[in-house]
C-alpha cells in the first residue's frame, strides 16, 4: 500500500494499543515508519525521531536507484 511518492517519507506510530500495533508491524513492508508502545519515555521518542532523521536520506538514495 505505499505510494511511490511518499515510500521515504518517515513516519512514527504511537500507540496504547499494543496488539494492532503487533498486527500492524507483522504485515508492514520495509518502510520508513517507526513503532512506539505507549507509555514510551521522552527518550524512546528522541531516539526514534533521530533514527528517522538520520536514515531518510539514506532510503530517498536507495528509492532513486
Not at 513492508?29 to 536520506?57: E, H, M, N, R, Y
Request: net charge positive; hydrophobic share 45%; with cysteine.
Amino acid at each position: 500500500w505505499q505510494v511511490p511518492a511518499t515510500a521515504t517519507i518517515p513516519a512514527i506510530l504511537c500507540s496504547a494499543d499494543r496488539s494492532r500495533l503487533q498486527a500492524w508491524k507483522s504485515h508492514q513492508q520495509a518502510g520508513p515508519c517507526q513503532i512506539l508502545a505507549k507509555p514510551f519515555s521522552g527518550d524512546q521518542l528522541w531516539t526514534a525521531v533521530t533514527t528517522a532523521l538520520t536514515l531518510a536520506p539514506l532510503r530517498s538514495r536507495a528509492v532513486g536507484e
